[in-house]
């Protein structure tokens, strides 16, 4: 089965003009398939989950992910062979291309992968993701996780306190908001949609994301009006 998606969205597909080839993996989120991969989830990402947007909204797509969430909580030791060797063809690839490869394993999950020696298979890979807990968020700045991993916290509706946490230690947020901002809790705003790199952004920033598809329709306060 292969896990990795490689640059099969628009963001990704912008950091080619950066030198880079990312690779994502994408399961269905929450516990839409019976086991819960987003245990941080609150109403208004359910709600707005990008997880159907784009090439999401095929079922086969759809169907794809699932098979794929299955197979990590039934074999999670084979899940993660046939990861390691999806990445090291990504790596091939990007070497091939003259890119550098990056890897996001958190598409539409929150899996705490820096505990299953993925990182380390790969020092000179950088990985990265988006992640709603706070402790992981405090390990990363506290630099207990891998050196080649990156993480940005995510915003929502109930978790404000956590977010000025995060900024006072020098996080970087990201936050979706109805009108792209300059600047957000005394910071200054960076265009997120730009790129998915965010390995590469300064440090110190909200990461200002535009309202897509559901999330235009938002009414829980996940989207920053």
């Known amino acids: 089965m292969k896990l990795l998606s490689i640059d099969t969205n628009a963001k990704t597909i912008k950091g080619q003009k950066k030198g880079y080839l990312t690779g994502i993996l994408y399961l269905t989120p929450?516990?839409?398939?019976?086991?819960?991969?987003?245990?941080?989830?609150?109403?208004?990402?359910?709600?707005?989950?990008?997880?159907?947007?784009?090439?999401?909204?095929?079922n086969n797509v759809k169907s794809a992910r699932l098979r794929k969430t299955l197979a990590f909580f039934k074999d999670k030791e084979g899940f993660l062979n046939d990861l390691k060797s999806d990445i090291a063809a990504l790596v091939k690839k990007a070497e091939k291309a003259?890119?550098?490869?990056?890897?996001?394993?958190?598409?539409?999950?929150?899996?705490?992968?820096?505990?299953?020696?993925?990182?380390e298979s790969f020092p000179d890979v950088p990985f990265y993701d988006y992640?709603?807990?706070?402790?992981?968020?405090?390990?990363?700045?506290?630099?207990?996780?891998?050196?080649?991993?990156?993480?940005?916290?995510?915003?929502?509706?109930?978790?404000?306190?956590?977010?000025?946490?995060?900024?006072?230690?020098?996080g970087n947020i990201a936050a979706v908001f109805k009108d792209m901002p300059e600047s957000w809790k005394g910071k200054l705003c960076f265009n997120g949609d730009e790129s998915d790199l965010r390995f590469l952004d300064p440090r110190g920033v909200v990461v200002a994301l535009k309202a897509k598809g559901k999330a235009k329709k938002d009414t829980s306060g996940f989207v920053v009006q």
């Open 30 to 58: 929450a516990d839409i398939s019976g086991r819960n991969v987003c245990p941080h989830a609150s109403t208004g990402c359910r709600a707005a989950c990008l997880f159907s947007a784009g090439r999401g909204a095929f």
């Open 131 to 170: 992640t709603p807990n706070k402790s992981r968020m405090l390990d990363f700045l506290d630099g207990k996780l891998p050196k080649n991993y990156s993480l940005t916290f995510s915003r929502k509706e109930d978790n404000e306190p956590a977010c000025e946490e995060i900024i006072a230690k020098g």
């Open 98 to 119: 003259g890119m550098s490869p990056c890897v996001r394993l958190n598409g539409t999950s929150d899996i705490p992968w820096h505990k299953m020696e993925i990182m």
